[in-house]
């Protein structure tokens, strides 16, 4: 081994036993959280407090790479459940309890910020206001903060998992008034990454004679914590991570205090249309969502001129009010859906969904004499560009300006790569402060 190797084993082993340890004497910055007032300004009282934690896990179906010595695990999904396992003893954090105790709950937050095994970490809150009739604002903020980094499957999933927890909260009786701190795992793999993260907020609930628990009209406070796991890193100090108790991803999903619960079906949960993702495939836009449940989903090119069942026939929610849809109409180039209870536009229809600006599709990509022929879809006529590092920001194509066609196919010729992926961003004029879509799939070039 040479010496710069030597010297990376070692300061990589240090992080770990570092980071280890950190859970068990908490640094000052931990201890100064726990003495801060808890949430809704008021000083914190452990004793009308609960935990309810949920984990979701799904992907695209994207290839990881080999696991090397960290085959015994069986899969990567596995090695993440076991470093989240780890995260929570060193943190003595118990997922499967609904006590509640400060100092493991900002433990465990910074056990999973200061994950040695993670990278690219973005960390973001949103504020929304929720009551006991419209719980569908805090599904919406969470489709804000993590629909564009986790796989539609996974964003399913961590819904139905906030629904879990909802339930959760609703049958756990004793207290008259009571704050449930709900947090939420994450495992997703999109795009060959393996992302792992953590969202969390606080509900303040009442008990109501004959009606049970009830969500207080509030301001809520929704964070989230997302970065991948570095596969380098994980087997570069394999030899640790088979020294801990192996978890796999079913028991870290199961091993909590809401995974018994079926989700909460209160009707607050979906009065509007929040769309979770719009992807350009074939010449059209496969739209994805959360809608009132069997309620008939419609779209348009102009809302003035009306709203009109799907081009390839009539599409309803689904009992949980998921939905996909296949459209060629956008408004002003963004994805947008209205729900009717019935086919019949004379009912009362659902508010507008959300806007959502397609995101551009690779379908092949391919090395030839140097460069890489990229082909996929976009926005019809939008610009297509590319870029190295998208921190850089991202630029037309070298040989010239490319523009999608009118069906939306495109192709394009490209030596810029992102991390040796091909990657591509749509622009609807050639000046990059206009609204942009997505960036693509990352595709590795054949």
């Not at 394999?238 to 809401?258: H, I, M, P, R, Y």
Request: proline residues 6%; contains cysteine.
């Amino acid at each position: 081994m040479s010496t710069s190797n030597q010297e990376r084993s070692a300061r990589e082993a240090l992080a770990i036993a570092r980071w280890t340890e950190a859970g068990q004497a908490p640094s000052r910055e931990v201890s100064a959280e726990v003495e801060r007032p808890g949430p809704h300004g008021r000083e914190l009282d452990e004793s009308n407090q609960e935990t309810g934690v949920g984990n979701s896990y799904g992907g695209d179906g994207g290839g990881l790479p080999g696991l090397g010595p960290l085959s015994d695990f069986g899969s990567w999904e596995s090695v993440a459940a076991t470093v989240l396992r780890k995260t929570e003893d060193s943190a003595g954090f118990d997922p499967s309890s609904t006590s509640f105790d400060r100092c493991q709950w900002v433990a465990f937050e910074s056990q999973f910020q200061t994950m040695p095994f993670l990278t690219d970490i973005t960390s973001q809150s949103r504020d929304t206001s929720i009551s006991s009739l419209s719980l569908l604002p805090a599904v919406s903020t969470v489709t804000q903060l993590v629909g564009g980094l986790v796989a539609p499957d996974t964003l399913a999933d961590i819904i139905n998992s906030i629904k879990k927890i909802g339930q959760l909260a609703v049958q756990n009786e004793g207290l008259q008034e009571k704050d449930t701190n709900m947090q939420l795992g994450v495992l997703t793999v999109v795009d060959g990454d393996l992302r792992l993260g953590l969202l969390r907020t606080t509900v303040r609930m009442e008990y109501r004679t004959g009606k049970g628990y009830q969500q207080l009209n509030q301001q809520i406070t929704v964070s989230s914590l997302i970065g991948s796991l570095d596969f380098g890193m994980c087997v570069r100090n394999a030899e640790a991570l088979l020294a801990w108790d192996g978890q796999d991803v079913n028991g870290w999903v199961n091993g909590t205090s809401s995974s018994a619960y079926p989700p909460n079906t209160s009707p607050a949960w979906g009065s509007t249309v929040t769309l979770v993702s719009a992807v350009w495939s074939n010449g059209h836009v496969t739209v994805a969502g959360w809608a009132p449940p069997d309620w008939v989903l419609k779209t348009t090119n102009d809302p003035t001129q009306g709203w009109f069942d799907i081009e390839g026939g009539r599409v309803h929610a689904g009992t949980d009010g998921w939905f996909t849809l296949e459209t060629g109409r956008l408004i002003n180039g963004q994805a947008a859906v209205m729900a009717f209870p019935t086919g019949d536009n004379t009912a009362p229809p659902s508010p507008e969904s959300n806007l959502i600006t397609p995101r551009p599709t690779i379908t092949s990509a391919v090395w030839f004499d140097g460069t890489v022929t990229v082909a996929g879809w976009a926005s019809p006529g939008w610009v297509l560009k590319t870029t190295n590092d998208p921190t850089q920001g991202w630029f037309d194509i070298e040989g010239g300006r490319v523009h999608a066609g009118t069906d939306g196919w495109f192709t394009l010729e490209t030596e810029r790569l992102i991390n040796g992926q091909a990657a591509v961003m749509a622009f609807p004029t050639g000046d990059n402060t206009a609204p942009r879509s997505p960036q693509s799939n990352h595709v590795m070039p054949a």
